[in-house]
């Protein structure tokens, strides 16, 4: 079966995680992913985090399966003929390095549309145009720029940052839809166009209901946050909410049947309107369907912590899935706290191919997170991450057509390196020498 992206290509010149996730996706819709990487070295993740000696880390085989890797010297002559031949048998160039690397490699856009009109760059930043538009930028740096740590956690606590990469790949989410209505676009014009997706942007996306709240603030308190029933009063920005539910239909966490050794042992209920009758029966308030001081949302709203407590009395008597039973039967919305575990052991997400088995001739089978966008008429089928440098040759000879002459002299040139294995980094904090990798 055809798949949505076939035919097209994309150089890889991405590292990490924001860039890999949007390349990782392009592949997974059946574009032919070449991933650029330093001979020797390659994408720094591969001996990040290592759990298998001289094995790649889950790190970069979870967000670069069905890649092809060729390590290129993009700094030696020869190197950048090779890239610049690529360029122009690509459509797209994707990349995230720290602003300016890409023009250091003499890589700029005019060069780019010189070689190739038709090409799509497209490029990650932490940072949009403006005072830090120089900054390097990692997950957490994102998370906090974009106005997610602000707004995460409790009221009476640190900022947080959230376990869901949202800086990172959130950015690549964003890219990779900026890249296909590029490649839209470039089916009426002809042309390709710059593409950029800051990380900072890509949070405070994500965040917009936080914003909207701020503006909300102007109004008076924010009713639906638990501070309101607490009697506390609002600053000027919006304040962290603990687990309250972000949008109009109250909702919390709420501890379920061994919690006090399960540290997953709880539900996330919402109080929805429309089922509150529902509520009151499964709980054993019936009293509270018709009492004027329950029965409409604007009188619950201060009394949150009250009617949680009441509720979470009746949720520790089940364990989360005895209570998911049984509020799914009166549609009452609600979700269990699901541990890594128990979503690495869910047969239902391994059947529609969200949580995936993959082998590796270096790590052997290992798990990864399948294409989570499901497609009737392109299937994805997850492969494998690529050795560094497994495709160097095959790329050199099928996608551009040189012949072994060429090959030896691009070989001599030193442009591909000499394998180097990588070595565990080291740096040095006021004189103790500490290993990163
Ligand atoms: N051949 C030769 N040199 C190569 C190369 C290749 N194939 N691939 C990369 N390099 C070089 C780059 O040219 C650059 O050299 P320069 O600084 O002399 O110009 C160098 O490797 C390092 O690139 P850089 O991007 O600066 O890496 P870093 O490890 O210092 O920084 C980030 C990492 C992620 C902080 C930075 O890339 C960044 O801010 N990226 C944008 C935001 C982003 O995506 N962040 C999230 C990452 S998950």
Known sequence: MTKALDGVRILDFTHVQ???????????????????????????????????????SLYFTMLN??????????????????????????????????????????????????????????????????????????????????????????????????GAQIGDSGTGLHLALGIVAA???REKTGRGQKVTVAMQDGVLNLCRVKLRDQQRLAHGPLQEYSQFGEGIAFGDAVPRAGNDSGGGQPGRILKCKGWETDPNAYIYFITQAPVWEAICEVIGEPGWKTDPGYAKPAARLPKLNQIFARIEAWTMTKTKFEAMDIL???????????????????????????????????RGPYLTVGNPIKMSDSPTEVTRSPLLGEHTDQVLRDVLGFDDRRVDEIKASGALGEFVPPRPREVSLGGDVVAVE
């Open 18 to 56: 924001s860039g890999p996730t949007c390349t990782q996706l392009l592949a997974w819709l059946g574009a032919d992913v070449i991933k650029v990487e330093r001979p020797g070295v390659g994408d720094i993740t591969r001996g990040q985090l290592r759990d298998v000696p001289n094995a790649d």
């Open 65 to 162: 399966s069905n890649k092809r890797s060729i390590t290129i010297d993009s700094k030696n002559r020869t190197g950048k003929e090779v890239l610049e031949s690529l360029i122009k048998t690509c459509d797209v160039l994707v990349e995230n390095f720290a602003p300016g690397a890409l023009d250091r490699m003499g890589l700029t856009w005019a060069h780019i549309q010189s070689i190739n009109p038709r090409m799509v760059l497209a490029s990650i930043k932490g940072f949009g145009p403006g005072k830090y538009e120089d900054c390097k930028v990692y997950e957490n740096v994102a998370q906090c720029a974009g106005g997610s740590a602000s707004t995460t956690g409790f009221r009476d606590g640190l900022p947080l940052v959230t």
């Open 183 to 185: 490649l839209l676009q």
């Open 328 to 362: 799914n039967e009166f549609d009452i919305p609600c979700g269990p706290i699901l541990s890594m575990r128990e979503i690495a052991e869910e047969q239902s997400l391994r059947d529609t191919g969200t949580v995936v088995e993959v082998d590796h001739p270096k």
